[in-house]
């Protein structure tokens, strides 16, 4: 299954960037969507979650109030508004379909994974 992720790209501190992701819908059409991080030398980190009608939005504290996660059912597409970028938002961003309706924080509850996507804030 092949998650196509975009978006991505260098950015000033304190600037906006949004990332999209698209799925086959027989993929993700009834699963949650989330997505995740990771920076040069960490861990993936979770970033933020979306259920399968678009409700019960959840952040990793990192970003609450600066990222916004939805999604467009009728185009099969996950999308993730980024502000006020910080450096340390520097990451590969990745989405990736989870295994249940619901969305989750864990890793291990996604299924399908995006090749994932460059951001770059620049201080």
């Known amino acids: 299954v092949q998650l196509q992720a975009s978006g991505g790209g260098l950015v000033q501190a304190g600037g906006s960037l949004g990332l999209s992701c698209t799925c086959p819908k027989r993929t993700c059409s009834n699963n949650g969507l989330g997505w995740f991080r990771q920076a040069p030398g960490k861990e993936r980190e979770f970033v933020a979650s979306i259920d399968w009608r678009g409700g019960s939005p959840n952040y990793a504290d990192s970003v609450k109030g600066r990222f916004t996660i939805s999604r467009d059912s009728a185009k099969n597409t996950a999308y993730l508004q980024m502000g006020s970028l910080k450096p340390e938002d520097t990451a590969v961003y990745y989405c990736?379909?989870?295994?249940?309706?619901?969305?989750?924080?864990?890793?291990?509850?996604?299924?399908?994974w995006g090749q994932g996507t460059l951001v770059t804030v620049s201080s």
């Open positions: 990736a379909v989870a295994r249940f309706p619901a969305g989750s924080s864990r890793a291990e509850n996604y299924r399908y």
